[in-house]
């Protein structure tokens, strides 16, 4: 039961993380962005790999 609640708990702060990280690349400036190759619709798959290690689907 404890691996479950620890389970658990690491799931749901990584899911926190994920949803900080996404909000601040939505936040950067485009300007920014693109300086750094950054474009709009790969901003869930970079806060994916930068939480989970890997692209989510």
Do not use: P
Not at 23 to 32: A, V
Not at 33 to 39: K, R, S
């Amino acid at each position: 039961m404890t691996r479950l609640i620890a389970t658990l708990k690491t799931r749901l702060d990584q899911r926190a993380q994920y949803k900080r990280t996404l909000r601040e690349l939505r936040r950067m400036s485009l300007d920014t962005a693109l300086d750094l190759d950054i474009y709009r619709g790969d901003l869930r798959r970079i806060a994916s790999e930068a939480v989970y290690g890997q692209a989510r689907a």
